[in-house]
């Protein structure tokens, strides 16, 4: 039999009036639940102190729930369940993620799972009698509300696990001392928690021996459950590896578990471990400013550790292009420009293509102090980085200059050219030495550039211009027969960055 428990009312709200002659409904303190589509109306607790007050939860007997942002159905687990059971959500409505809890008796949480469902944003947990728990929490990411169905089934017994499971047990037990190995089998969804000394010194806590394709995370919570820090594959492949140096006073736990709340099994350890040598760049603004500016075009090879960064100080005046190149496997850079308080001006993480990252100091608006290079999320990786003055080198697809176009080859009717202009840059190009009338034009814009073309004579004078054309933001130029050298100059509107491609063809006559 499925008891079906719908849209939850806050408790204390008002039901929806019946139909003249019908009776009115039952208040509850704890909230009435709206019918889902099959299914029977039900109450369920929208407090854990209300839980009592509404059925539990019996095995095989699915629950329907139809959440409002910013509520929770909580439940007693009823003794048919037994010692051994799982909970889980399914057949979810679109945009529905779901969070399962289960809770003791102080409605501390003793075990928490997102999306380890067989369903995508499902959630699932075990249970055994070890856990201790009273009451389970089912909840949406982030409190968003949505509609799904809570099932519970009951599972044959399991060995008990020789480790503590949630961050109440750890409290209750010596912490996990440096040097002390132990090997750990986790369920699908189980996590293991250990208290850490007090004297932390050079601490690491390092995930080793991982069986199969076990892919471990750690994560540094404080007493009350809190993130302060994680890791999930700093250890090298799928191993973890967790400095707890930087870590704050306090009493701090340590929770170890895989990735995609998959079983597996390894190895956890706390290593006393000596600090790796002093990295050869700058790692803060002081330092920055201590070594004073980078040149102005230049490469510099980086390899950061785990949850490092790199920050220079950057030559006064200058407009440059910055980017991260030769990334190793692995590596996804991110770039920032900073003014002279540290703060973000510009960010750019993959705009140098793939995971390399590209930007340029025009972009700030001349505030731009220091560049930061970092790895996404903290990863450790190795890259160059790359300065280059804008105007200082050719464009790509065009010359700098009418000095440096001259000495080119001409542009080739019908052949089409790629031209990424940064904020400030031309590209000048050399038109056919036969004097021939030709009609240029831009095409194939990228993120809404604004295209500018000029026809220049030999001494740079402009003699026709065009900005948009045919209703759009790309440019169409007609050169008519005149004398040669005659050179076409490409820019973004109003000195903008600009990527688009350009092409001159024959005028029909």
Known sequence: MALALGLALPAGAALAQPAPGASMPKQRPSGESAACPGGRTGPIALRAADAATVPPLLPDEPVCLRLRPRQSAFFRVAPEAGGFYTVSTRKLARSTDTVLEMLDAQSRVLAQDDDGGSEELSSSIEVGPELGATLL???????????????????????????????????????????????????????????????RGRLVARTLKLQGETDTVLTLLDANGQQLDEDDDGGGGNASALPLDGA????????????????????LVLRQEEPPPPPDFPTTLEQARQQGPLPAEGTRSITLRRRQQAIFALPPDQALVIQTRNLASGTDTVLALLDQDGEVLQEDDDGGSDLASRIAT?????????????????????????????????????????????????????????????????AVFALPHDGRPVQALTFDLQNGADTVLELLDAE????????????????????????????????????????????????VP
Request: proline share 10%; charged share 20%; glycine share 14%.
């Open 248 to 267: 704050p006073a306090g009493q701090l736990f340590l929770r170890a578990s895989i990735l995609g709340n998959t079983p597996g099994s390894f190895d």
């Open 460 to 507: 740079g004078q402009v003699l026709e211009e065009n900005d948009d054309a045919d209703g759009g933001l790309g440019s169409r130029l007609l050169a008519g027969p005149q004398p040669r050298p005659a050179y076409l100059r490409a820019t973004g509107s109003g000195g903008a960055a600009a990527s688009f491609s350009l092409v001159i063809v024959r005028p």
């Open 362 to 426: 025009a972009s700030a608006g001349g505030r731009a102090a220091f560049v930061r290079a970092a790895s996404l999320n903290g990863a450790p990786g190795s890259f160059d980085l790359v300065l280059r003055p804008v105007g200082g080198t050719a464009s790509p697809g065009g010359a700098a200059s009418i000095e440096e176009a001259a000495r080119r080859p001409t542009l080739l009717p019908g052949e089409a050219v790629a031209v990424q202009l940064e904020a400030g840059e031309a």
């Open 137 to 199: 929490r089912a909840g949406t990411l982030e409190d968003q509300g949505g509609t799904f169905e809570l099932v519970l089934v009951r599972d044959a017994p399991r060995p008990p696990p020789d480790f503590p499971i949630s961050l109440v047990a750890a409290a209750a037990q010596p912490p996990l001392a440096a040097g002390q190995e132990v090997t750990l089998r986790l369920r699908r969804g189980q996590s293991a928690y250990y208290a850490l000394p007090a004297e």
